[in-house]
């Protein structure tokens, strides 16, 4: 999702540190709706007039305090919004993917996270920072601190080999793309898709997997967020959400996962398998 912004948890119920763009929520909000850092305190008398504060991480995070439910726009553009019963109208429909590469074609395709799934990025400064991103918001340059999730390289690079993967993520492209670049040095990610290609629904910014234009049941999803995936629960890989923990081995416990699931042709019956176990 957005940098360190997240609409939900995958299973670790961990929460961000202070100081770092996490989910937080507005006294009299939407429960379980992540909202913007600089939303103020419960308790404390929310400023008369304060809208460039609040614009500069409306204009980059995923998830963000809202008014009357409706989605946050910027100059990027808004993402789709659904009709109630979750159906994207006719007109709408559009394959978000290109047609497959020869080298893919037999391969299952693999959505994968950015934010707390491969990386946790922040606006605090941090000495360890694997990456800094320049990002240009309203005309000021601000600094974005990205720390790499334990063993992503390893994951990445095996993933690219045997999946057709692609980066689905619910931040802007401004900071996302910079960021994928560096950290996908062998080219795992086919195509990438960011907050435009999300479908806005009650309040979440939801990952269609019905628009990739590629087969239901030959499409996994690797998210922390359950409310990305929640038109096509049935296709997801959950992860736990990763903030700054190194001795964190999520990744590399799910290789051999994967390096079996690479093999099935339909991944229906062996997710559920799974859900089931765990």
């Known amino acids: 999702m957005g940098v360190g912004v997240r609409l939900g948890h995958g299973g670790s119920g961990a929460t961000p540190k202070p100081g770092s763009p996490g989910p937080q929520c507005c006294a009299g ?6 909202l913007s850092p600089l939303c103020p305190p419960a308790g404390t008398q929310t400023p008369a007039k304060k809208p460039r504060s609040r614009s500069i991480l409306q204009s980059l995070f995923c998830c963000l305090c809202r008014d009357e439910g409706e989605p946050c726009t910027g100059p990027t553009g808004a993402p789709l919004l659904v009709e109630e019963n979750g159906a994207l109208p006719k007109a709408a429909v559009k394959h978000l993917l290109p047609e497959i590469k020869p080298q893919d074609a037999s391969k299952l395709c693999v959505v994968i996270d950015l934010d707390e799934t491969l990386v946790h990025s922040s606006f ?13 918001i309203d005309g000021i340059m601000h600094q974005v ?10 994951f990445l690079q095996r993933m690219g080999e045997l999946f057709e993967c692609v ?3 619910a931040s802007l492209a401004k900071y996302a ?12 990610f086919r195509a990438r898709l960011f907050r435009e290609s999300c479908v806005f629904h009650r309040g979440n910014y939801v990952k269609d997997l019905s628009r990739l234009g590629r087969d239901l049941r030959r499409i996994i999803i690797v998210d922390n967020s359950p409310a990305s995936y929640i038109f096509h629960p049935d296709n997801a890989v959950p992860v736990a ?5 190194m001795a964190d081995t999520e990744l590399l416990d799910l290789l051999p996962f994967f390096e079996r699931l690479s093999k099935v042709e339909d991944v229906y019956a062996v997710l559920k398998k799974q859900r089931t176990n765990s």
Do not use: M, Q
């Not at 601190?145 to 390289?153: E, F, I, N, S, T």
């Open 177 to 188: 793309d910079p960021v994928a670049d560096l950290l996908d040095k062998w080219g795992a």
């Open 167 to 169: 980066l689905f993520t």
């Open 241 to 245: 959400s990763w903030f700054d923990n």
């Open 29 to 34: 909000s939407t429960p379980g709706v992540a």
């Open 124 to 136: 605090k400064p941090v000495n360890n920072a694997d990456f800094i991103i320049p990002v240009e």
């Open 145 to 154: 601190y990205v720390l790499k999730r334990p063993h992503v390289d390893e």
